[in-house]
């Protein structure tokens, strides 16, 4: 069985209602969590047994809002927990499949699916450990500058067709093994928004592998807001520079890890 938990804020009640509504058709789902971060609590009908909604009148953050939820799955010892960003489109069955696959590979923690833009383009979100260069200072210098060296971070010259274990996986689809989390923790609520997800896969990813699994597909209608947002573009840089401050700016184990990682393609 998984647990789910979408952190909300500021959502309409009938932006989420489909993607909670898909979830409820699977029967692998125990409970679903709503975590609302908003500044008013949101509006809407009647839940099934199976929604939890806590309001949480402020905004705590994403991996905090998430946390939530997680300490309830480790409490209960549900045997997953997924992760979910609101603006994901899925088909309930997909969750079966992804089950399937952790059920066969214990040594797996996280698993991340082939993930679209709603015009079917493919999400490269399959990345290595970053750098600075690959997570601040790119944001301010041209696309055609750093093409070549985007084309490896994210591992595009993979095709993404393949199952890869990969040490950064997207936040917005975490589908994680409850286990692994107790011994390698939560997410780190240090982090406001934007590097938990690196951190948390790449804590996984030291003892256990983290997979990218196209056999599944999902749509993701990313937004990229912090691109469109100076607010926002200050907080994933602010937050940026903690991710740095606790694993090195200069980090000797992040290249043996990349290294290690891009042998798996040789």
Same mark, same amino acid.
């Given at each position: ?32 969590? &709503? !975590?609302? =971060?908003?500044?008013?609590? %949101?509006?809407?009908?009647? /839940?099934?047994?199976?929604?939890? +909604? ?27 927990? &997924? !992760?979910? =960003?609101?603006?994901?489109? %899925?088909?309930?069955?997909? /969750?079966?499949?992804?089950?399937? +696959? ?53 591992l595009k010259f993979t095709g993404y067709n393949k199952i890869m274990n990969v040490p950064y996986l997207s936040g917005c689809f975490m589908f994680l093994r409850v286990a692994s989390l107790k011994e390698c923790g939560i997410f780190d609520e240090r982090f406001f928004m934007y590097p938990e997800d690196i951190d948390l896969t790449r804590r996984l990813n030291k003892r256990y592998k983290t997979i990218f699994y196209p056999d599944v ?50």
């Amino acid at each position: 069985m998984v647990n789910i938990s979408i952190v909300l804020f500021k959502h309409p009640w009938s932006e989420i209602k489909p993607l909670v509504d898909t979830c409820l058709r699977s029967d692998y789902v125990n409970k679903i969590y &709503l !975590v609302d =971060n908003s500044p008013s609590r %949101m509006a809407m009908e009647a /839940l099934s047994p199976r929604v939890v +909604y806590t309001f949480t009148g402020k905004n705590l953050g994403y991996g905090a809002g998430h946390n939530i939820a997680i300490r309830e799955s480790i409490k209960d010892d549900i045997r997953y927990h &997924l !992760v979910l =960003n609101p603006d994901i489109e %899925m088909e309930p069955d997909i /969750l079966g499949k992804i089950i399937g +696959y952790l059920d066969k590979h214990p040594d797996t923690a996280q698993v991340l699916p082939k993930v679209f833009y709603p015009n079917g383009e493919v999400q490269y979100l399959c990345k290595l450990l970053p750098t600075p260069m690959d997570l601040i200072f790119r944001r301010f210098i041209p696309g055609r500058f750093t093409a070549k060296r985007m084309e490896k971070f994210q591992l595009k010259f993979t095709g993404y067709n393949k199952i890869m274990n990969v040490p950064y996986l997207s936040g917005c689809f975490m589908f994680l093994r409850v286990a692994s989390l107790k011994e390698c923790g939560i997410f780190d609520e240090r982090f406001f928004m934007y590097p938990e997800d690196i951190d948390l896969t790449r804590r996984l990813n030291k003892r256990y592998k983290t997979i990218f699994y196209p056999d599944v597909k999902v749509i993701h209608h990313h937004a990229a807001e912090s691109y469109k947002s100076k607010k926002l573009l200050w907080i994933h840089i602010t937050n940026m520079i903690k991710y740095f401050n606790k694993w090195g700016w200069i980090d000797a184990d992040r290249n043996r890890i990349n290294r290690e990682i891009l042998k798996q393609f040789n």
